[in-house]
């Protein structure tokens, strides 16, 4: 109704699963990292949970369009079931034949042996099963406890079945019951998807109308897109039916922009905020009542009712260890502070040699402890810190380099930066990247530090400094130190235009040969019309987990140039 009159193609806001309007969030991909990383693991389960509306089925929808092509997919939606309806379900959607053994008797022997049977089969023929069921909050324990008995289904060398359950936050608590401890045990990856960020949800609301074929500003006020954010928590289907109405709203009073007025009257309508305000003014008299008995505790104590805190404090005294120097983090442990303490002392020992009579720098070497790794290194906007990253790409960087991306620019490498990246990402990405850490009471008075991550093997890292010492360590003690903002490099020909790849005739015309190159054909053979390209880019990206909005920005011409086959270095074993 409203859609002629934003200039909208059609409602962007519609709740049905349409997959031109998918948008992955860093939480999502998140989620879709942690379901591929269960295809490779061997068999075993893997939990997703997530709010009503949070994206589930959109990661889900996701994972199907990735599944590789070796894989056999069974996909049970309605889990309200009987461990005889379940076994049978399963064998119907993996096309097993199955019949009981007493005509009108069907046992569960009766599914099971034919479905072992096909397991074995598919597993000689190099296949894989993979079993997804949604809405797994609702089956019954004894359900879960056959899909247990499923993962005994094995070869010598690996489970037969991968399941996948998804569903509601309760799934968790269901797993983690003590009936259930077998089953928890062999969950081998989950991940529960919170809702949007106020930054997503932004991002959510324009990707939506830009696909639903705005091309002017937003249609909502900042303080309406606040307001969104505030009374959905987040939520995208809550998004979806919110914005739906106060564009409704506003078509209705013949304005053009949706107000934070609007939002609030959309909301009343949508959501029946009148009950949720009562609900809210009860959390608040429980929240007084609280702080009063609080209050009156704490006015006991000043009274002396009850015993003092020191006494109490004493019964339940902990011994402390001694304290650790203040530049070593607190993760690392006591022989690593001592090593640093140890190291500090040497350096400030050899300072006091003239410069003349120094030795000759010995080569790089393996540090023997963070502390002492990240005392040595420099900041992370210095050109040193970038030289590491610039060698693993066979490209050399000047000393005096004030912008080390513009340095690297003529020998056909790009930067590109973020400040939100996550451990999934890194992997995804399989490049070297220069992380920006924050040691407590660092050398640089608070600045990061930059340090090139060489490699990323499960749960282990390699770190290599400015001057080549590399440092390998857990990702555990690493993750503490850094805060998302990393800077990699990514290859690119010489007339590559620096914005859209495809305004000029010559980028559009690597991006199609590139796309060809990584499977990726037009729908129409021959067709090399921008609407064509947009087509495919958008079908890349949403193979590979990234916002599909068509554009070929520098995440998706990375994962481009990798699907390309173009040579580059990578994360996973350092080469």
Not at 16 to 27: K, V
Not at 390 to 396: E, I, P, R, T
Request: glycine share 8%.
């Amino acid at each position: 109704m409203y859609a002629a009159f934003f200039g909208l193609a059609q409602a962007p806001f519609s709740i049905a699963p349409d997959p031109r309007y998918l948008f992955m969030s860093e939480r999502h991909r998140e989620a879709l990292a942690h379901l591929l990383y269960g295809l490779d693991a061997g068999g075993g389960f893997v939990l997703l949970t997530g709010e009503i509306g949070t994206g589930k089925t959109t990661v889900c929808r996701c994972f199907l369009e990735q599944m590789p092509a070796h894989c056999n997919v069974a996909y049970i939606f309605n889990p309200k079931l009987t461990v005889p309806e379940l076994l049978r379900s399963i064998c119907d959607e993996f096309g097993v034949t199955h019949r009981p053994a007493v005509p009108g008797a069907e046992t569960v022997k009766d599914c099971l042996d034919p479905l072992n049977d096909f397991l074995l089969g598919q597993h000689a023929a190099g296949r894989n099963n993979v079993l997804i069921i949604d809405e797994a909050q609702n089956l019954a324990p004894d359900v879960l406890e056959q899909l247990r008995l499923l993962t005994n289904l094995e070869t010598s060398e690996r489970k037969l079945l991968q399941i996948i359950l998804i569903g509601q936050p309760e799934l968790r608590a269901m797993v983690a019951a003590p009936e259930l401890e077998q089953l928890a045990q062999r969950v081998i990856a989950r991940y529960h998807l919170d809702a949007l960020s106020p930054q997503e949800t932004r991002q959510y609301i324009a990707h939506r109308l830009s696909v639903a074929g705005l091309q002017g500003p937003l249609p909502f006020a900042q303080r309406a897109l606040a307001r969104v954010h505030a009374l959905t928590g987040g939520v995208p289907r809550r998004i979806n039916l919110l914005c739906d109405r106060a564009l409704l709203g506003a078509y209705a009073a013949g304005v053009r922009e949706v107000s934070d007025a609007m939002v609030r009257k959309a909301a009343r309508e949508v959501f029946d905020a009148g009950a949720a305000a009562g609900q809210g003014r009860r959390w608040l008299a429980t929240a007084a009542g609280l702080m009063g008995l609080v209050a009156l505790g704490w006015l006991g104590w000043a009274m002396e009712w009850w015993p003092p805190l020191s006494t109490v404090g004493e019964r339940a005294s902990v011994q402390v260890p001694a304290q650790v120097p203040a530049q070593v983090p607190a993760q690392v442990p006591a022989q690593t502070a001592a090593a640093a303490a140890a190291a500090s002392a040497a350096a400030s020992a050899a300072a006091a040699v003239p410069e003349a009579s120094a030795p000759p720098p010995a080569p790089p070497a393996r540090a023997t402890s963070l502390a002492q790794f990240l005392a040595a290194q420099p900041v992370a906007d210095a050109p040193p810190a970038w030289r590491p990253l610039a060698l693993a790409w066979q490209a050399s960087l000047p000393a005096d380099a004030a912008d080390p991306c513009a340095a690297l620019a003529p020998e056909g490498l790009r930067c590109w930066r973020s400040r939100r990246a996550s451990l999934s990402l890194l992997r995804q990405l399989d490049r070297p990247v220069l992380l920006t850490l924050q040691p407590p009471d660092g050398p640089h008075g608070g600045r990061g530090v930059g340090v090139m991550l060489r490699r990323l093997d499960d749960g282990a890292a390699t770190l290599q400094g400015a001057d080549g010492t590399t440092l390998d360590l857990p990702v555990a003690e690493l993750a503490p130190l850094w805060r998302g903002e990393i800077a990699t490099l990514w290859k690119a020909p010489a007339n590559l235009p620096a914005g859209d790849v495809a305004a000029s005739a010559a980028g559009a015309a690597w991006l199609g040969r590139q796309l060809a190159l990584a499977g990726v054909a037009p729908a129409t053979p021959g067709d090399v019309s921008p609407e064509a390209l947009r087509a495919r880019v958008h079908q890349f990206q949403l193979g590979q987990g990234l916002t599909p909005d068509g554009q070929a920005g520098p995440l998706t011409l990375m994962l481009l140039n990798r699907a390309a086959g173009v040579q580059e270095p990578r994360l996973r074993g350092g080469s």
